[in-house]
């Protein structure tokens, strides 16, 4: 079962840049969708051996604890808050900024908590944000799309807008600078505080795997547009200990909803999945109860989430 794709999709090569074995033969040959037109691939794995070489963004131990706190959600015992930008950029991804949405994060937080009695777990949308699906691999103007600054950039140039593989660099210098005012903010407000965007761009995320964990970020999402079961963005979140996150939107039917937890959660561990609606408010009283009542037939004890 597939879900439709809006984009050519790419197959994922078998790599040589200390990608972990198991996974490099897991994921070569798989299509993966939103991946952008690299002109270089010599060029692309030169950058994924030196993202393999750099250190984990972030520590097992924390991702093992944000797993922790999604299970008392998953139970009921607690709620999530998740927010930040739809997607990060170079530029305006500055301490202020970051600090800024933190603290307003911990704040929305505050006011659920007390609000409900129960624990809040807070999520920042931050520090590996950079990537962006788009319907069309060209614009309007011809121009290859914009994909986010891990990709390319905005202005409608063709040398802007040609993908450029060092850009995940840069990316992965401004989720680290991120990642130091989150702790930061976390210090300083005796709060936990925990990273996460959507997995979508590939060439990124594999060689920041290690030892099962994806060091990118402590949740990881797959978007509506890369959820294809026999995909290669599932075949990698099925290998990674992290908790996940799958958005699924109002054309999702409940045995698909299903299929995807069994993909995702064959074991039924509170925490390891969070499913993510974006129904629209016109669809989502009708299309969303379905869902939650056949997941929770199988017995998977996920979270549910409403896309922020």
Known sequence: MTTPMTTPTATTPTVHDGTEPELARALAGLTAGQQPQWPDR???????AALGALPPLVEPAAVDRLRERLAEAALGRALVVQGGDC???FAGNTPEHVRANLHALLHCATLFEVASGLPVVPVGRVA????KPRSSPTGPDGLPSYRGDIVNGLAATAEARTPDPR???TAYDGAGAALDVLDSVAATTRSELFAGHEALLLDYEVPLVRDGYALSGHFLWIGERTRELDGAHVALARRIANPLGLKLGPSTTPEQ???YAGALDPDRVP????L??????????DVLPPLVEAVADAGHPVVWLCDP
């Open 128 to 131: 590996g944000q950079y990537a």
């Open 167 to 169: 850009r995940m660099l």
């Open 271 to 274: 925490g390891r999945l969070t």
């Open 87 to 89: 997607a990060e950029t």
């Open 257 to 259: 909803a299903v299929a």
């Open 42 to 48: 010599e060029r692309v794995r030169e950058v994924r």
């Open 276 to 285: 993510i609606s974006r129904m629209g408010a016109d669809r989502v009283s």
